[in-house]
C-alpha cells in the first residue's frame, strides 16, 4: 500500500456516523470550587492508535504509523479547538483556551514531541504551558475495513466504511495537583461521514450542556 492511499486512510478516520449510544459523564463534585481560579485551559493534541488490519499493516512501517497517528491527533486537537471557541461564544464560558499553534509551540521549545505527552503528568504539562487546566483527548479505532474497501472508497471518495469504530475519551485535569475534573467516554461508530468538523461537533455537541465551565443559569 502507498504512503498516499494512507493518507487516505488518515482522512477516512474521521468519516464516522456516530450512534445513538450515549456518552459516559463525569464531573467531579467539587468542580465548582476551581472555576474561580481557573482563566486558561489547554487543548493538548489527542493520543490517537490505530488498529490496522494484517495485510495494511504489513504494508506500513512504524514510522508511517507513527506518521498517520501524529497527523491525526494534531487536527482532532484544532477540530476540538474551534469548537470550544463557537460554542464558547454562544454559552459564554468562564475560561479561555490556550490556542493550539502557542500550545504545540511551548511543546517543541521543551522537546515534549506528541508521542511521549502521556509521559508527562497534567501538572507538569500545565506548568510548561503556563494554564490553569489541560484537555486531554484519547482516540482508539477498531474494526477496521477490509483493505479493498480502504482502497476502493478512501481513494474515490475518502469516506470511511460502516464496519469502524472510535473509543473516544475526553479529560480535563486541574494543574496543582492533577485532579481529574471532568471525563467524557464516548463510542462512534457507523457508516460514512463527511468531515473531521462534523465529527467533532457530533462528539462533543452530545456534552454541550454539561460541559464545564459553563455559567449556572
Known amino acids: 500500500m502507498r ?19 450515549g456518552p ?18 489547554a487543548v493538548l493534541p489527542a493520543y490517537v492508535t490505530m488498529e490496522l488490519r494484517p495485510n495494511q499493516a504489513k504494508n506500513t512501517t512504524p514510522a508511517q504509523r507513527v506518521e498517520m497517528e501524529n497527523k491525526s491527533g494534531v487536527e482532532f486537537q484544532e477540530k476540538i479547538y474551534s469548537w ?7 454559552r459564554g464560558y468562564t475560561v479561555q483556551f490556550q490556542d493550539v499553534m502557542q500550545t504545540n509551540a511551548r511543546l517543541r521549545e521543551s522537546q515534549i514531541p506528541a508521542a511521549e505527552l502521556r509521559s508527562h503528568t497534567p501538572q507538569e504539562l500545565a506548568k510548561i504551558l503556563g494554564v490553569d487546566a489541560v484537555l486531554t483527548t484519547s482516540v482508539r479505532t477498531s474494526k477496521p475495513m477490509s483493505d ?70
Open 3 to 21: 504512503f498516499s492511499t494512507l493518507g487516505s486512510l488518515l482522512v477516512a478516520f474521521f468519516a464516522l456516523t456516530l450512534t445513538a449510544c
Open 24 to 41: 459516559n459523564i463525569y464531573m467531579a463534585q467539587d468542580f465548582r470550587s476551581y472555576v474561580p481560579k481557573h482563566k486558561t485551559v
Open 84 to 90: 470550544l471557541l463557537r460554542r464558547g461564544q454562544q
Open 148 to 217: 479493498g474497501a480502504a482502497v476502493a472508497v478512501g481513494l474515490i471518495a475518502g469516506a470511511w466504511g460502516a464496519t469502524n469504530q472510535a473509543n473516544i475519551t475526553v479529560n480535563i485535569h486541574e494543574a496543582e495537583a492533577g485532579k481529574l475534573l471532568w471525563k467524557y467516554d464516548y463510542v462512534a461508530a457507523g457508516s460514512v461521514f463527511t468531515s473531521p468538523e462534523t465529527v467533532v461537533d457530533a462528539l462533543m455537541r452530545n456534552a454541550s450542556k454539561k460541559f464545564p465551565y459553563t455559567p449556572k443559569s
